[in-house]
Antibody, heavy 119, light 108 residues
Framework: EVQLVESGGTLIQPGGSLRLSCAAS????????MNWVRQAPGKGLEWVSVLYSGGSTYYADSVKGRFTISRDNSKNTLYLQMHSLSAEDTGVYYC?????????????WGQGTPVTVSS | DIQMTQSPSSLSASVGDRVTITCRASQIISSYLNWYQQKPGKAPKLLIY???SLQSGVPSRFSGSGSGTDFTLTISSLQPEDFATYYC??????????FGQGTKLEIK
């Protein structure tokens, strides 16, 4: 069974750093396009970053230069390292798999991990 | 960036109603359009991909159509569990996928 479990979200002060994790089971992270999507309180969904199976990475303009996506193949885990956090980064962060058989739609999502940036 | 605009932003309907939600892209995206359902406090769930393909396990009362810039999600007969927020997403502009602002479907 495919499962994604995020962790690492917490309350953090503006300017701080945080690393989110997304532990996968039932499939291999490195064989898929893995994404981070966030949702500010009461708002819609915003794509944040993607890590391709070949290793290429891409970021939304709002996080470029501050966030880094990576994976640990031995742990089958996806990460999002976040720096210089501001209130605008507050929200629930989801990891999601983009699958070829569904034309790269996001077929599996984690339950989300909440990040609150506040003093 | 490709902008996705959904209408309406909110909708009230009754169990058994037929409901249609529309999504318009700011440029042609062929059939690279996906629909998700999100319930409060839960992760989004994929309903439709490629504009009209039903994701495995999704009830057949959900259907999608459209191509180019205009798309629709139709629920043929609303069930109590269908009251949720629905999002469209374009997957044409890889990897910079963008979502619509959402349509909240509420019980009348």
């Amino acid at each position: 069974e495919v499962q994604l479990v995020e962790s690492g979200g917490t309350l953090i002060q503006p300017g701080g750093s945080l690393r989110l994790s997304c532990a996968a089971s039932g499939f291999t992270v490195s064989d898929n396009f893995m994404n981070w999507v966030r949702q500010a309180p009461g708002k819609g969904l915003e794509w944040v970053s993607v890590l391709y199976s070949g290793g290429s990475t891409y970021y939304a303009d709002s996080v470029k230069g501050r966030f880094t996506i990576s994976r640990d193949n031995s742990k089958n885990t996806l990460y999002l390292q976040m720096h210089s956090l501001s209130a605008e980064d507050t929200g629930v962060y989801y990891c999601a798999r983009a699958e070829m058989t569904s034309r790269l739609a996001y077929d599996y999502w984690g339950q989300g991990t909440p990040v609150t940036v506040s003093s | 960036d490709i902008q996705m605009t959904q209408s309406p932003s909110s909708l009230s309907a009754s169990v058994g109603d037929r409901v249609t939600i529309t999504c318009r892209a700011s440029q042609i995206i062929s059939s690279y359009l996906n629909w998700y359902q999100q319930k409060p406090g839960k992760a989004p769930k994929l309903l439709i991909y490629g504009a009209s393909s039903l994701q495995s396990g999704v009830p057949s009362r959900f259907s999608g159509s459209g191509s180019g810039t205009d798309f629709t999600l139709t629920i043929s007969s609303l069930q109590p569990e269908d009251f949720a927020t629905y999002y469209c997403q374009q997957s044409f502009s890889t990897p910079f996928y963008t979502f619509g602002q959402g349509t909240k479907l509420e019980i009348k």
